[in-house]
């Protein structure tokens, strides 16, 4: 017998659904919750017929935008876990999270102040989450390297909190450096002699916007060690010459 054809509709339909939540993302971030359906469609570059097909109401999408974030949340959480000490885990995951939620602001307002939230689908992922997040939690109180006086509805709450304050601070430096030190007051007595780091991912720095004493540039300046002040070799040497008088 030949082999059935694959269901090239089905694929369809999976693909043209998640053009649509990618544009909604978008269009949420950009234009706010008064984006049309009609505006998303064109953004999504398909019928505004099957973004209805697909969401039949501004509310179910706004639903799936919210259930995809908290999956991917959940899914960084477990990702930390497996590959970083419970501390290093621990903070790294808060950073994603506060990154991820902070190009989100106006739907996370919403489910914040609007009482019917959440919904079904958005309080299944919701408990999943709340699940990664305590256990990330209790691994780093054990540790010694997180209070003990904290549960995960604060650190959901600090998350939400953080990320509203980096999205209003025009300085993104100034934003990273207010979430830091929000963040720092979490930690736990054996933090204290670690000499800890903040970290985006497992081996990488968490960095910060900063400007180039000698050519005004911006660059990224890691928040470990000596505070940078170049951007550069060229404008390091430059400057030493300048000094020195050659």
Same mark, same amino acid.
């Given at each position: 017998? !030949?082999?059935?054809?694959?269901?090239?509709?089905?694929?369809?339909?999976?693909?043209?659904?998640?053009?649509? &939540?990618?544009?909604? @993302?978008?269009?949420?971030?950009?234009?706010?919750?008064?984006?049309?359906?009609?505006?998303?469609? #064109?953004?999504?570059?398909?019928?505004?017929?099957?973004?209805?097909?697909?969401?039949?109401?501004?509310?179910?999408?706004?639903?799936?935008?919210?259930?995809?974030? @908290?999956?991917?949340?959940?899914?960084?959480?477990? #990702?930390?876990?497996?590959?970083?000490?419970?501390?290093?885990?621990?903070?790294?995951?808060?950073?994603?999270?506060?990154?991820?939620?902070?190009? #989100?602001?106006?739907?996370?307002? &919403?489910?914040?102040?609007?009482?019917?939230?959440?919904?079904?689908?958005?309080?299944?992922?919701?408990?999943?989450?709340?699940?990664?997040?305590?256990?990330?939690?209790? *691994?780093?109180?054990?540790?010694?390297?997180?209070? *003990?006086?904290?549960?995960? =509805?604060?650190?959901?709450? &600090?998350?939400?909190?953080?990320?509203?304050?980096?999205?209003?601070? +025009? =300085?993104?430096?100034?934003?990273? +450096?207010?979430?830091?030190?929000? &963040?720092?007051?979490?930690?736990?007595?054996?933090?204290?002699?670690?000499?800890?780091?903040? #970290?985006?991912?497992?081996?990488?720095?968490?960095?910060?916007?900063?400007?180039?004493?000698?050519?005004?540039?911006?660059?990224?300046?890691?928040? !470990?060690?000596?505070? *940078?002040?170049?951007?550069?070799?060229?404008?390091?040497?430059?400057?030493?010459?300048?000094?020195?008088?050659?």
């Amino acid at each position: 017998m !030949a082999p059935a054809p694959p269901d090239t509709g089905r694929a369809d339909a999976r693909r043209n659904r998640t053009k649509v &939540l990618v544009a909604a @993302v978008q269009a949420f971030t950009v234009q706010g919750l008064d984006v049309s359906l009609s505006a998303i469609a #064109r953004r999504a570059g398909v019928g505004t017929g099957t973004v209805y097909r697909h969401f039949p109401s501004k509310e179910t999408l706004l639903e799936a935008v919210l259930v995809q974030h @908290v999956e991917d949340l959940v899914a960084a959480a477990r #990702r930390w876990a497996a590959q970083a000490r419970p501390t290093a885990a621990f903070f790294g995951f808060l950073l994603e999270a506060i990154d991820k939620s902070a190009g #989100r602001r106006h739907v996370c307002d &919403l489910v914040t102040t609007d009482t019917s939230w959440p919904r079904p689908m958005l309080a299944a992922s919701g408990h999943q989450f709340q699940q990664a997040l305590a256990e990330l939690l209790r *691994a780093a109180q054990q540790a010694g390297g997180v209070r *003990a006086d904290i549960g995960p =509805d604060d650190v959901a709450v &600090l998350i939400v909190g953080c990320a509203t304050m980096r999205a209003a601070h +025009r =300085d993104s430096a100034g934003g990273a +450096r207010m979430v830091q030190l929000a &963040l720092e007051g979490l930690r736990g007595p054996a933090s204290v002699t670690e000499g800890h780091v903040f #970290r985006y991912g497992p081996g990488r720095r968490h960095a910060m916007r900063t400007r180039c004493d000698e050519c005004g540039a911006e660059f990224e300046a890691k928040t !470990a060690g000596r505070p *940078a002040r170049y951007c550069g070799a060229t404008c390091r040497q430059r400057a030493h010459r300048r000094r020195s008088g050659r």
